[in-house]
């Protein structure tokens, strides 16, 4: 469904990306770890083009791309099958809940608002939000406004949907209730790429598990071979010290 | 206060307001108009780094905000006739207003639009906008809210600054209060008057700034809504 390989990205002079590969079926749900500042966050930001790669093939729906040469029109159009959901949410500041949500449909894809509508409540009432629909970003919890944003994110539909660290800038009362959410899609077979540090939830709804470490993939496995019969001391190190730290 | 004084007072004021009503007003909003127009396309061009066009928006603040308004309108009044270029008071006076508020107002939405934190436009992309969809329904309302007090400050300023018009033989409230001045002699009395009366068409500017205000808060559900 997405395939990556050799992506590389450099910031002036720090080399953050050195060659990523990474494959994506139907269904998958791929959680990233690694220590801070190893270019997860970085990785995704480039599959999504919100930061320009300076190497590497993209294959999506059948396609391949060069994705530093890939032209806007294109790029608009592979994310309009894609989905971004933010560690700090960015929710549109100006726009009720379902109106977020209804945004990318009407605007971006066209769709007749009544269906939009129809949508929009539907993917909130999924997140948990039924009460909500007409209320601003500022009228709602940190919490809240996460699922709004990905209530935003599963409306269209979209192939692949990208996941930064959802829960890092919640409330720890209020990072179960997204987690919860988050692996209810993963049960409804959506794929999905999530950045998190929340080792559980990895280890509970991940199929597969990849770990960078230095702009470099150390492990891309199942979640059961990453946590039960994991062999790199590196891993195992970062592991435990994570398991410590809770 | 003796009956020669309240008489001129009493049939001034009509005619003062009136000037006020006819010239100072409509030259204001029209100039203010022009300016948000002039505002808008320099400060895109500038947020969205268009490369050959923004050099000449940066000389156009420049030269404006540098040179004494007073200045600016005598140039364009008094001094493009030499090049052979003659064009009637008002029309040069809009013209000037409108030129020169908006260098101002381009850099007032400029920074509000600076102000709308990146992470709108990003969010915009990834649901599939396109930057101008993303500037028209995200960004630009939420930096109009942030700019609409600074915005009023200028409009308010202005309706002040068009008094300067007088100069160029506009015949405007000031001009008509001078006239009347001269004819009579009762200048602390009539520049009194005629402050009075810039004070009034002030106060109502300022009372539809808060009106407008109120709104956006509504509108937009609060003012210093920020991620
Ligand atoms: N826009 C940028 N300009 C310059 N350097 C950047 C930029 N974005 C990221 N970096 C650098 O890239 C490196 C990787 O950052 P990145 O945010 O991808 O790490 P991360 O794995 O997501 O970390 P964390 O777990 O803390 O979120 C860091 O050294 C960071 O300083
Ligand atoms: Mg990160």
């Not at chain 1, 809940?97 to 945004?103: D, F, L, R, S």
């Not at chain 1, 209320?135 to 809240?144: D, I, K, M, Y």
């Not at chain 2, 308004?69 to 090049?83: K, N, R």
């Given at each position: 469904m997405l395939?990556v390989?050799?992506?590389?990205?450099?910031?002036?002079?720090n080399?953050?990306?050195?060659?990523?590969?990474?494959?994506?079926?139907?269904?998958?749900?791929?959680?990233?770890?690694?220590?801070?500042?190893?270019?997860?966050?970085?990785m995704?930001?480039c599959?999504?083009?919100?930061?320009?790669?300076?190497?590497?093939?993209?294959?999506f729906?059948?396609?391949?791309?060069?994705?530093?040469?890939?032209?806007?029109?294109?790029?608009?159009?592979?994310?309009?099958?894609?989905?971004?959901?933010?560690?700090s949410f960015?929710?549109?500041?100006?726009?009720?809940?379902?109106?977020?949500?209804?945004?990318?449909?009407t605007?971006a894809?066209?769709?007749?608002?009544?269906e939009?509508?129809?949508?929009?409540?539907?993917?909130?009432i999924?997140?948990?939000?039924?009460?909500?629909?007409d209320?601003?970003?500022?009228?709602?919890?940190?919490?809240?406004q996460?699922?709004?944003?990905?209530?935003?994110?599963?409306?269209?539909?979209?192939?692949?949907?990208?996941?930064?660290?959802?829960t890092?800038?919640?409330?720890?009362?209020?990072?179960?209730?997204?987690?919860?959410?988050i692996?209810?899609?993963?049960?409804?077979?959506?794929?999905m790429?999530?950045?998190?540090?929340?080792?559980s939830?990895?280890?509970?709804?991940?199929?597969?598990v990849?770990?960078?470490?230095?702009?470099?993939?150390?492990?891309?496995?199942?979640?059961?071979?990453?946590?039960?019969?994991?062999?790199?001391?590196?891993?195992?190190a970062?592991?435990?010290?994570?398991?410590?730290?809770? | 206060?003796?009956?020669?004084?309240?008489?001129?007072?009493?049939?001034?004021?009509?005619?003062?307001?009136?000037?006020?009503?006819?010239?100072?007003?409509?030259?204001t909003?029209?100039?203010?108009?022009?300016?948000?127009?002039?505002?808008?396309?320099?400060?895109?061009?500038?947020?969205?780094?268009?490369?050959?066009l923004?050099?000449?928006?940066?000389?156009?603040?420049?030269?404006v905000?540098?040179?004494p308004?007073?200045?600016?309108?005598?140039?364009?009044?008094?001094?493009?006739?030499?090049?052979g270029i003659?064009?009637?008071?008002?029309?040069?006076?809009?013209?000037v207003?409108?030129?020169?508020?908006?260098?101002y107002c381009?850099?007032?939405?400029?920074?509000?639009?600076?102000?709308?934190?990146?992470?709108?436009?990003?969010?915009?992309?990834?649901?599939?906008?396109?930057?101008?969809?993303?500037?028209?329904?995200?960004?630009?309302?939420?930096?109009?809210?942030?700019?609409?007090?600074?915005?009023?400050?200028?409009?308010?300023?202005?309706?002040?600054?068009?008094?300067l018009?007088?100069?160029?033989?506009v015949?405007?409230?000031?001009?008509?209060?001078?006239?009347?001045?001269?004819?009579?002699?009762?200048?602390?009395?009539?520049?009194?008057?005629t402050?009075l009366?810039?004070?009034?068409?002030?106060?109502?500017?300022?009372?539809l700034?808060?009106?407008?205000?109120?709104?956006?808060?509504?509108?937009?559900?609060?003012?210093?809504?920020?991620a």
């Open positions: 395939e390989k050799g992506l590389k990205k450099t910031f002036d002079n080399e953050v990306l050195k060659g990523v590969d990474l494959r994506l079926g139907k269904g998958d749900v791929l959680a990233v770890l690694g220590p801070s500042g190893s270019g997860k966050t970085t995704l930001r599959l999504n083009f919100l930061e320009r790669a300076d190497e590497g093939a993209l294959t729906l059948g396609a391949e791309h060069d994705m530093p040469s890939m032209k806007p029109k294109q790029i608009a159009e592979y994310r309009r099958h894609t989905a971004f959901v933010f560690q960015n929710l549109f500041l100006n726009k009720t809940a379902i109106q977020n949500v209804t945004e990318g449909l605007v894809r066209r769709m007749p608002k009544a939009a509508r129809e949508r929009a409540e539907r993917a909130l999924e997140v948990g939000l039924e009460g909500k629909f209320s601003r970003p500022n009228e709602l919890s940190g919490g809240q996460q699922r709004v944003a990905i209530a935003r994110a599963i409306a269209a539909d979209p192939d692949v949907i990208f996941f930064d660290e959802p890092s800038a919640l409330d720890p009362e209020l990072i179960g209730g997204v987690l919860d959410v692996r209810s899609l993963a049960e409804e077979g959506r794929t790429i999530v950045v998190t540090h929340e080792i939830f990895a280890r509970n709804a991940a199929s597969r990849m770990f960078m470490d230095g702009g470099r993939v150390l492990a891309d496995e199942s979640a059961h071979e990453f946590f039960e019969e994991q062999k790199l001391p590196r891993i195992q970062f592991l435990n010290k994570i398991e410590r730290e809770i | 206060m003796n009956e020669r004084l309240i008489n001129i007072l009493l049939e001034s004021f009509p005619k003062i307001f009136l000037q006020g009503i006819l010239i100072t007003i409509p030259l909003l029209v100039s203010f108009a022009l300016a948000l127009v002039i505002a808008m396309i320099c400060a895109m061009i500038q947020v969205a780094n268009v490369k050959w923004k050099p000449f928006v940066r000389f156009y603040i420049w030269i905000r540098g040179t308004l007073l200045v600016q309108l005598y140039l364009i009044y008094f001094g493009l006739p030499d090049l003659v064009l009637p008071a008002l029309p040069c006076a809009v013209m207003f409108a030129l020169n508020e908006g260098a381009a850099e007032t939405m400029r920074a509000a639009i600076e102000s709308v934190p990146q992470g709108q436009l990003e969010a915009g992309y990834c649901v599939g906008m396109s930057y101008m969809q993303i500037m028209r329904r995200i960004v630009l309302p939420q930096a109009f809210r942030t700019a609409f007090p600074p915005l009023s400050n200028s409009l308010i300023s202005m309706v002040k600054d068009t008094s018009a007088a100069n160029i033989t015949m405007e409230m000031f001009m008509q209060a001078q006239r009347i001045a001269g004819r009579t002699y009762e200048h602390l009395a009539l520049y009194a008057e402050a009366i810039y004070l009034i068409f002030c106060t109502v500017f300022t009372k700034q808060r009106m407008g205000e109120k709104k956006l808060n509504t509108l937009s559900g609060g003012s210093s809504i920020r």
